[in-house]
């Protein structure tokens, strides 16, 4: 039983390894779609580049603390 509270502590932090990846995918994946709808709607201000990231700044924010927030419940 003692073995058990280590492994699972270890447990609730590789869930927040990926973290960093999982944000710059993210933001970038948000930030070429955005890019590729500049282009094809010939904006030259960057209106879709600039909204998507913001876009998914946010949503890579929202999973981050929903992750968080799910992981102090399981305590």
Known sequence: MANKKPRNQLHKYMRFAGAGIQIGVI???FFK???WLDVKYHK???LYT???TLVGV???IYMIVKEALKLGKDE
């Open 27 to 29: 933001i970038f994946l």
């Open 33 to 35: 779609i955005g890019e």
């Open 44 to 46: 030259t201000n960057e």
């Open 50 to 52: 600039n909204i998507l």
């Open 58 to 60: 946010f949503l890579s």
